[in-house]
């Protein structure tokens, strides 16, 4: 039986591809974004989250009941040893106020197609369906195919937002299944990409073109995120790119905001969410505008 790693299914999504959808979100990515809205989406296993303010000040179940040592009491918090914790989920049964979670749990291929299922009434009557998001889904390339190939035996649309950090050969793999590609793309400079995701651009922008050429339907995705990728020199090479490409009219843009910041702090990671300003409306606005000079559609998503 095939199982894949998965921290969210989000039911009645309307942000991720048309109509009312499920997001499937999946564990692990290859790049390390610092902007990354689903930090928790990035480690490819299971991690332990705590919630400080759902934490009562006297309790220490959690840390009676751990069997590794993991927890400890400290200037009335809790601190977690990262190393020690093997994610047996005993403290998350033991904390009376949920403050302790487990994120990332292995399903089967049966177990996401169920809560897919669950609102197959509404993808028809709202032309949606499902969504796989991340992480990177492509991480999980075999797990994928699996939903993807039932997904299509049921006649349900499927839409894969992806980094497209992959070998085209693997894309191709998936490719004819997926109804709609919701396609990240930062920027086009490869020294600065590999600086802040941790990887090159080169396989990226060779998979958007090719998988551009094959007919596949996409719609480009563009996080703005000021100091990065907002320059007028590289919104006019991701313009220009983006023209010589077939049949990609289509895009969206994601103006950086700080709503993941609390998920940065109860996995213990660091983040730019406290020095990195969001972008002015009239920042994001000025890019639409240069954008749809080179005759794209654009809108500016949340």
Request: some cysteine; charged content about 30%; glycine content about 8%.
């Amino acid at each position: 039986m095939k199982t894949g790693l998965i921290f969210d299914i989000k039911r009645y999504a309307l942000h991720d591809g048309p109509g009312i959808r499920t997001t499937v979100f999946f564990k692990g990515c290859p790049l390390h974004c610092p902007w990354c809205h689903n930090p928790e989406g990035q480690d490819s296993k299971p991690e332990l989250s705590f919630n400080q303010t759902r934490c009562l000040e006297d309790c220490t179940e959690c840390i009676k009941i751990c069997p590794k040592d993991a927890l400890s009491r400290l200037n009335h918090s809790i601190s977690i040893d990262r190393e020690k914790c093997d994610f047996c989920g005993d403290c998350t049964q033991a904390c009376p106020t949920n403050a302790l979670e487990i994120i990332g749990r292995e399903l089967s291929v049966e177990e996401v197609m169920k809560e897919i299922e669950k609102d197959r009434v509404f993808y028809e009557e709202s032309a949606g369906g499902v969504t796989f998001s991340g992480g990177e889904p492509l991480a999980q390339l075999e797990f994928l195919n699996s939903i993807l190939e039932e997904c299509k035996k049921k006649s349900i649309h499927t839409v894969l937002d992806t980094c497209g950090y992959i070998s085209f050969n693997d894309l191709e793999k998936i490719a004819e299944k997926v109804n709609l590609f919701l396609y990240d793309f930062k920027l086009m400079d490869d020294e600065k990409h590999q600086e802040v995701t941790g990887v090159s651009n080169k396989l990226i922008i060779g998979n958007l073109k090719k998988l551009s050429e094959s007919g596949s339907k996409i719609v480009v995705r563009i996080p703005i995120i000021q100091g990065v990728n907002d320059s007028e020199d590289n919104i006019t090479k991701t313009a220009d790119f983006l023209t010589s490409l077939p049949g990609i009219k289509d895009i969206s843009l994601l103006p950086y905001h700080k709503g993941g910041r609390q998920k940065y702090e109860r996995l213990s990671k660091a983040s730019w969410m406290d020095k990195t300003p969001t972008p002015s409306r009239e920042k994001i606005i000025g890019i639409k505008k240069k954008l749809e000079c080179f005759g794209f559609m654009v809108k500016i998503g949340d």
